[in-house]
């Protein structure tokens, strides 16, 4: 069963404009968030993080939002850029202190130049 | 340092056979995880270890898959009697305990079971 869950595979949006990337949940008892990109050949990188506490998280051009009611996060990019190019991951934490993460299957952003 | 490395990169393997893979985390980290990821999917956790100790594994890690990480430093990922449907990416990342969310990935593994 796949408990986070990114339903665009593919988001496609011109450089300079706001890239938006959703995900969605269904394990309540998660209570941290992340967000991974990936470049063809390598491994996921961190990107942003959210604790389950919060609403929002912003870092440069990236900012997460969460909604716990609606057990939905999203990704804005502002401004995009070419090299944001990637797939990008919404991951979750369970919070037993394993720290194993839920992935979901990933949205592939292209920003066009 | 150059993060998490992996080795071998890729890995044409029978049915069959047995493969093993390797790990080299960051030096300072002391929790080291593996995943499994195949085509269209998420990285899947596999285990995970902190420092030489072995303290959970997902039920996707069937017996035919063993992982040792001997000295609390690199660690293998051992997998018999190869099936085609273990062809996949393995992923290794690692992290300091106090702040295990942040997970740092290695390149992956890539095995193809012909």
């Known amino acids: 069963d796949q408990q986070v869950k990114q339903n665009s595979p593919s988001l496609s949006v011109q450089e300079g404009r706001i890239s938006i990337l959703n995900c969605d949940y269904t394990?309540?008892?998660?209570?941290?968030f992340l967000w991974y990109k990936k470049y063809p050949a390598e491994g996921p990188t961190f990107l942003i993080s959210i604790s389950s506490i919060k609403d929002k998280n912003e870092d440069g051009r990236f900012t997460v939002f969460l909604n716990k009611s609606a057990k939905h996060l999203s990704l804005h990019i502002v401004p995009s850029q070419p090299g944001d190019s990637a797939v990008y991951f919404c991951?979750?934490?369970?919070?037993?202190?394993?720290?194993?993460?839920?992935f979901g299957t990933g949205t592939r952003l292209t920003v066009i130049p | 340092d150059t993060g998490v490395s992996q080795d071998p990169r890729h890995k044409i393997t029978k049915r069959g056979q047995n493969v093993t893979f390797r790990c080299d985390p960051i030096?300072?980290?002391?929790?080291l995880y593996w995943y499994r990821q195949t085509l269209g999917q998420g990285p899947e956790f596999l285990t995970y270890f902190q420092n030489e100790a072995q303290l959970e594994k997902s039920r996707l890690l069937s017996d035919r898959f063993s992982a040792e990480r001997p000295k609390g430093s690199f660690s293998t990922l051992e997998i018999q009697r190869t099936e085609q449907g273990d062809s996949a990416m393995y992923l290794c990342?690692?992290?300091?305990?106090?702040?295990?969310?942040?997970?740092?990935f290695g390149p992956g593994t890539r095995l193809t079971v012909t």
């Open positions: 394990n309540s008892m998660f209570d941290y």
């Open positions: 990342a690692s992290s300091l305990a106090q702040w295990s969310y942040e997970q740092y």
């Open positions: 030096s300072e980290h002391n929790r």
């Open positions: 991951a979750a934490d369970i919070g037993t202190g394993a720290n194993n993460l839920f």
